[in-house]
């Protein structure tokens, strides 16, 4: 058989030329096309691994931010349950104040009201007895209360013990004013001309004194100079009275001192 070289020629010209045209129109766009779409897989690959990363670091930062939000809620919620404890503790300690001071204003209120009575009781009794001795005394001789305390007074101021005459007669003696003579009521010329007479007797010297009513001196009389007092009046009984009314009142496991019977005060 003879081979045509030119036809073998041809058809192998023919291929080569159809390799080509298919290399150059069908395998190199698809290729371009592989490389295309494996490089927008790989972009969007990136891309969702961005987006992952992104995800993971806000969920990182959301937890973080939680966590901080817890450690400042509980901290919120430690400072409250303390603040409501100082609270508390400050309402009830202001409540017991107030009620302590609501008992010592009642405590003090009552023992206003008892010592107002007992003034009052005091003050009842000082005018039932001195009315009564005063009556008696009209009745039955024939000097007045007012003279009788007065004789009493100066009695006493005759018999005064060496130690108080001493410091008395130094004070009436070195006073630069006239020394103050203090009654419940007023003293009749008589009086005073016996209270001076005595003064001058009992320390031997001229004594200057200036008198003075005074309704608190309790039916009696008292001789004031530079601190030195001497007193007398019908307070001592009275105080003799408070002592034996205080008993009648008072608890029996607690008996009130005795009562005296002298009132004389310096």
């Known amino acids: 058989m003879l081979i045509d070289w030119f036809t073998v020629i041809a058809q192998m010209?023919?291929?080569?030329?159809?390799?080509?045209?298919?290399?150059?129109?069908?395998?190199?766009?698809?290729l371009?096309?592989?490389?295309?779409?494996?490089?927008?897989?790989?972009?969007?690959?990136?891309d969702a691994e961005a987006k992952e990363a992104d995800a993971q670091k806000q969920q990182h930062d959301f937890e973080a931010k939680n966590k901080i939000f817890d450690e400042q809620r509980a901290a919120l919620m430690t400072k409250a349950d303390g603040d409501a404890k100082a609270e508390h503790d400050r309402l009830v300690d202001?409540?017991?104040?107030?009620a302590d001071g609501i008992r010592a204003s009642e405590a003090s209120a009552l023992k206003s009201d008892q010592a107002h009575q007992a003034v009052a009781i005091r003050r009842m009794a000082q005018d039932?007895?001195?009315?009564?001795?005063?009556?008696?005394?009209?009745?039955?001789?024939?000097?007045?209360l007012e003279e009788r305390i007065g004789e009493v007074f100066t009695r006493r101021l005759r018999l005064m013990n060496p130690k108080d005459k001493d410091e008395m007669g130094t004070a009436l003696k070195t006073s630069p004013e006239?020394?103050?003579?203090?009654?419940?009521?007023?003293?009749?010329?008589e009086q005073k001309a016996a209270i001076q007479n005595a003064l001058?007797?009992?320390?031997?010297?001229?004594?200057?004194?200036?008198?003075?009513?005074?309704?608190?001196?309790?039916s009696g009389i008292e001789l004031v100079a530079q601190g030195q007092k001497l007193s007398w009046s019908i307070s001592s009984y009275l105080d003799s009275f408070d002592r034996s009314l205080a008993e009648l009142?008072?608890?029996?496991?607690?008996?009130?001192?005795?009562?005296?019977?002298?009132?004389?005060?310096?």
Do not use: C
Request: net charge positive.
């Open 128 to 144: 039932q007895v001195f009315a009564m001795t005063k009556k008696t005394l009209s009745d039955l001789a024939t000097v007045t």
């Open 13 to 30: 010209l023919n291929f080569l030329i159809l390799v080509w045209l298919l290399k150059r129109f069908l395998y190199q766009p698809i």
């Open 200 to 218: 001058n007797e009992t320390f031997s010297a001229a004594i200057r004194v200036r008198y003075e009513t005074d309704a608190s001196a309790i």
């Open 94 to 98: 202001d409540a017991h104040k107030q």
């Open 178 to 189: 006239a020394s103050l003579v203090r009654s419940a009521f007023n003293l009749p010329d």
């Open 32 to 46: 371009e096309a592989i490389d295309a779409r494996e490089k927008g897989i790989a972009s969007k690959l990136a």
């Open 249 to 266: 009142v008072a608890p029996p496991t607690k008996p009130g001192p005795a009562p005296v019977s002298v009132a004389e005060a310096k």
